[in-house]
């Protein structure tokens, strides 16, 4: 994979952060994200720089290993799509290396910070199906609305 998939300054420095993320950078998200920025996934939407900063240190206690691979971006004025691979294993479950894949919106305010992140995947494919007792029910869901 190419060391850069895009020429805006912005969006390059987003993705070396996100594919370099640790737990101790999540002090320094400011440099990111704006004050008030809106973040949303699956599983949460909050609004505001510490309600990012939570999102992102429950994945570090809740997962181990977590990182980010951006595979694409496509960049058009003030926003871009990331297209990503997730890798982490789990805590509590399966040791296996996890892979879900998924992509980010953002939007960047002025000053080049994110202002909106809006992560989209498929947390029952991509989730839910791996966990042990609730990945058989899923997938067995999944058979029954494709048949």
């Excluded at 850069?4 to 070396?16: E, G, H, K, L, N």
């Excluded at 805590?91 to 939007?107: A, D, I, N």
Aim: proline share 3%; glycine share 6%.
């Amino acid at each position: 994979m190419p060391t850069s998939i895009t020429t805006d300054p912005r969006v390059q420095r987003v993705i070396t952060a996100f594919e370099a993320l640790a737990r101790e950078d999540l002090r320094r998200l400011s440099d990111l994200y704006t004050e008030d920025t809106r973040f949303k996934d699956p599983f949460n939407e909050v609004q505001g720089l510490a309600g990012v900063q939570a999102v992102f240190e429950h994945m570090f206690v809740a997962l181990d290993g977590p990182r980010f691979v951006v595979t694409e971006a496509i960049v058009q004025g003030d926003q871009c799509f990331l297209v990503w691979d997730f890798l982490f294993r789990f805590k509590r479950f399966s040791r296996e290396l996890q892979t879900v894949r998924g992509g980010s919106h953002l939007k960047f305010a002025a000053d080049g910070r994110i202002a909106l992140h809006r992560d989209y995947w498929d947390a029952a494919e991509e989730l839910y199906e791996k966990l042990p007792a609730v990945g058989a029910l899923m997938r067995w869901l999944k058979r029954r609305a494709n048949s």
